[in-house]
């Protein structure tokens, strides 16, 4: 089926396919990757370590482009409601609160794979949305080795944007020490 836009003449609702986890946790890390950037920029040019703030930011809006994020997009995954048309802005935001609270991304993981038939995390569960796969034919498998990589990648990018701060922000290490 030919998808379009929420409200674009000739839109269509489209059959639902669940997006497998490796897909979804892959998706989410490229986001993070993102969301990271963004907070490392923002920290080096406040100055202070506000990394968290901008990766917030950027996951609690990722999906407000028709459902899809750069990770969904990339992957080809997209959040939908129960008509299945792309979640709208205020769906895709309540949905991506649980996402920034510390420790619960790994309990959302832990339920959307509990739920086998259409794979809900509680954020999809609170707002009645799911996240559907535009191409069913790519195995959810090998997104499980990119996932591993960019983990990989994402510890990196944390220990190098301490480190920088600490090269650049010398007066941040004597707060540490002073705290401990």
């Given amino acids: 089926l030919n998808f379009r ?6 839109a269509v609702a489209m059959d639902f396919n669940k997006a497998g986890p490796n897909k979804r946790v892959c998706a989410f890390l490229i986001d993070s990757i993102i969301g990271q950037i963004g907070g490392v920029l923002l920290s080096l040019a406040l100055g202070k370590n506000i990394n968290w703030f901008g990766w917030a930011g950027y996951i609690l809006f990722k999906d407000c482009m028709s459902g899809q994020s750069v990770g969904k997009y990339l992957i080809g995954i ?3 409601d129960e008509n299945n048309t792309p979640a709208n802005l205020s769906k895709t935001i309540m949905r991506n609160i649980f996402m920034i609270i510390p420790i619960f991304p790994f309990i959302e993981y832990i339920v959307m794979l ?8 509680i954020g999809d569960r609170v707002v009645k949305t799911k996240v559907n796969d535009l191409k069913p034919q790519a195995s959810d498998t090998t997104f499980l080795w990119v996932s591993v990589v960019l983990l990989i990648i994402i510890i990196a990018v944390q220990m190098g944007v301490g480190s920088l701060l600490l090269k650049t922000h010398p007066e941040l290490m004597e707060k540490l ?3 401990g």
């Avoid at 836009?5 to 000739?10: A, C, N, P, Q, T």
């Fill in 114 to 121: 509990r739920d086998k038939s259409e794979g809900k995390r």
């Fill in 78 to 80: 997209q959040v939908i």
């Fill in 5 to 10: 836009k929420r409200g674009e003449k000739g």
């Fill in 177 to 179: 020490l002073k705290k």
